[in-house]
């Protein structure tokens, strides 16, 4: 399934307004996080509905890296919901283990972090504070709630008390702010350092910019800048080929990278990175038959997942626009294929696509949601203080809502 290829060239992004001795150009092939050692500086970033078990099986097993589940929300995982319990089990070759939580509560994030820990159901989390969807930031959660100093402070050194109680290395990701006029990430940034945190992941976008245009990798230089080598810092935003995940960490001297929708219908993506991260040019460049058995091996371990075939299959559906993106797949067949219900139905559709080369650059690039810039959906006044005002937090309640993004 590997090739070997010329190194692309890299794209516009190259060439800033950093001078060329200030770009680093020692990339990291390793990255520790806390007391976890890893192979590959590579993360693979949580997301609703994408990254549960079988999907990060899928990705494993091309590449090196920390892969988290979906999130969850602390109040969900404290109540002990049943599908937050699914989310955050770890099959026994899941090593590390990594959870991604959701909350508005200093008080409820420690307790679910606390049963995290005393539990033994991770070796590592991680906290969001990148949610961008207005359900979210309206009621002051999400991207929305590192405006709030005190309160994002609290959240931060609590869930960083509970977890040292096991030696459970903590982590934060978050964007760069409101708006461009609102950011948060500096201070963000700091305030983490200073609480204790193993390590920071920033999305180069605003709540305002949602999925839209491109990300600032000039924001995470700064934030590498500012937090220097106290704490890992990781690189978020439009990483879609391994040339970029090389570009950015050359660029802003991040410590690693955090892949979110580019590796949506390409799992080989993480076998990319670890080639580039190495220094190979070798890529994986899977013709349509290779694709078509990866997709088979995604219903697979889908089925196993849900432990019905049709669940697993019909959560499937969504993921094969994405997988033949560029191929020569015609249409009708597209649609009976995003229809299917069974393994053997699957199979039968997919040996019929026959075989063609791997497609080039029409396989790659942008994938996932793109939207426009919107104005963000914020509490009356949110904006007004960098303080919790002690008769508002009751609201933030309504805000652990079981949604992702970042």
Known sequence: MTTTIETPQTDARSTDSRSADTQRAFVPRSLTIGNIALDSPV???PMAGITNTAFRRLCREYGAGLYVTEMVTSRA?????????????????????????YGV?????????????????????????????????RKGGGSALPWKLD?????????????SKGDVPLTIKMRKGITGDHLTYLDAGRIARDAGVSAMTLHGRTTADLYSGRADWDAIARLKDEIGDAV???GNG?????????????????????????????????????????????????????VADAVYQHGVYLTEYYEDEFFGVRDLRKHI?????????????????AMVS????????????????????????????????????????????????????????LAELDVSGG
């Not at 892949?259 to 076998?271: E, K, M, N, S, T």
């Not at 626009?321 to 015609?330: D, E, I, L, T």
């Open 43 to 45: 993360v693979l970033a």
């Open 77 to 101: 995982l404290v109540e002990r919901n049943a599908k937050s319990m699914r989310i955050i089990h770890h099959e026994p070759y899941e090593t590390p283990r990594s959870v991604q939580l």
């Open 105 to 137: 509560d200093p008080v409820t994030i420690g307790q679910a972090v606390r049963m995290l820990v005393e539990e033994d159901r991770a070796d590592h989390v991680d906290l969001n504070f990148g949610c961008p969807v207005p359900k979210v930031t």
């Open 151 to 163: 309160l994002f402070t609290a959240i931060v050194q609590t869930a960083v008390k509970e977890a």
């Open 232 to 234: 890992p810092v990781l």
């Open 238 to 290: 439009d990483i879609f080929a391994a040339e970029d995940a090389v570009e950015m960490m050359r660029r802003t001297g991040c410590d690693g990278v955090v892949i979110g929708r580019g590796c949506q219908g390409r799992p080989w993506l993480f076998g990319d990175l670890q080639y580039a991260l190495a220094g190979s040019d070798e890529r994986i460049r899977p013709g349509l038959k290779e």
């Open 321 to 337: 626009a994405w997988y033949f993106k560029g191929y020569p797949v015609g249409g009708q067949l597209r649609q009976k294929l």
């Open 342 to 397: 069974t393994l053997a139905e699957l199979r039968e559709l997919l040996d019929g696509l026959g075989d063609a080369p791997y497609p080039g650059a029409d396989a790659e690039g942008t994938r996932g949601r793109t939207t426009r810039p919107k104005r963000p959906h914020l509490p009356d006044g949110w904006l007004d203080s960098r303080e919790m005002a002690e008769d508002r937090k009751a609201e933030l309640a």
